[in-house]
Antibody, heavy 119, light 108 residues
Framework: QVQLVQSGAEVKKPGASVKVSCKAS????????MHWVRQAPGQGLEWMGW????????NYAQKFQGRVTMTRDTSISTAYMELSRLRSDDTAVYYC????????????WGQGTLVTVSS | SYELTQPPSVSVSPGQTARITCSGD??????AYWYQQKPGQAPVLVIY???ERPSGIPERFSGSSSGTTVTLTISGVQAEDEADYYC???????????FGTGTKVTVL
């Protein structure tokens, strides 16, 4: 069965960087795009971008361009999202979500990783 | 930047029908998707390609599209349907994805 398992909660200081991992299993990792979505406390969902695990190509939301880097390690079926120059308003739960392809939506999500930015 | 607009809240009695709208200029060109999210949980896909239902999603969930508005309909609402619902789509070029503002469905 498809599973996406994310790394644990992080506490960071303003100005630091955070790198969240998303380990995939139960399917061919390179066959499906991976999206990253975040949700600030009490707020809505916000799309951050995607990575093509096959080519490594990326597409970032304009809001995060210059601050986010999405990478992958195909040898261990893991996608990463690194956000730099953290601010307090980056405090959120970060999710990875697998694109099912063929406009079928994002059926599989990680459990979420809470990133807290506080001095 | 592109935006999708939803009503903040919808209240419905058990057994009645809940309708949640989502408006955006690019919706005539781009598919819409709907996600259900319960507190402390990851979102769950309930509708894709405007009106298709993934396997395992109850038949009471349906989607429709008309011009710049898409609608999620929950027929015969049950207490377990109380959750936040988000539409999701892309801008006219298909480059950037976006979520709607979210709608809290309360079952009275």
């Amino acid at each position: 069965q498809v599973q996406l398992v994310q790394s644990g909660a992080e506490v960071k200081k303003p100005g630091a960087s955070v790198k969240v991992s998303c380990k995939a299993s139960g399917y061919t990792f390179t066959g499906y795009y991976m999206h990253w979505v975040r949700q600030a406390p009490g707020q809505g969902l916000e799309w951050m971008g995607w990575i093509n695990p096959n080519s490594g190509g990326t597409n970032y939301a304009q809001k995060f361009q210059g601050r986010v880097t999405m990478t992958r390690d195909t040898s261990i079926s893991t996608a990463y999202m690194e956000l730099s120059r953290l601010r307090s308003d980056d405090t959120a739960v970060y999710y990875c979500a697998r694109d099912s392809g063929y406009s079928s939506g994002w059926s599989f999500w990680g459990q979420g990783t809470l990133v807290t930015v506080s001095s | 930047s592109y935006e999708l607009t939803q009503p903040p809240s919808v209240s419905v009695s058990p057994g009645q029908t809940a309708r949640i709208t989502c408006s955006g200029d690019a919706l005539p060109k781009q598919y819409a998707y709907w996600y259900q999210q319960k507190p402390g949980q990851a979102p769950v896909l309930v509708i894709y390609k405007d009106s298709e239902r993934p396997s395992g999603i109850p038949e009471r969930f349906s989607g429709s599209s008309s011009g710049t508005t898409v609608t999620l309909t929950i027929s015969g609402v049950q207490a377990e349907d109380e959750a936040d619902y988000y539409c999701q789509s892309a801008d006219s070029s298909g480059t950037y994805h976006v979520f709607g503002t979210g709608t809290k469905v309360t079952v009275l």
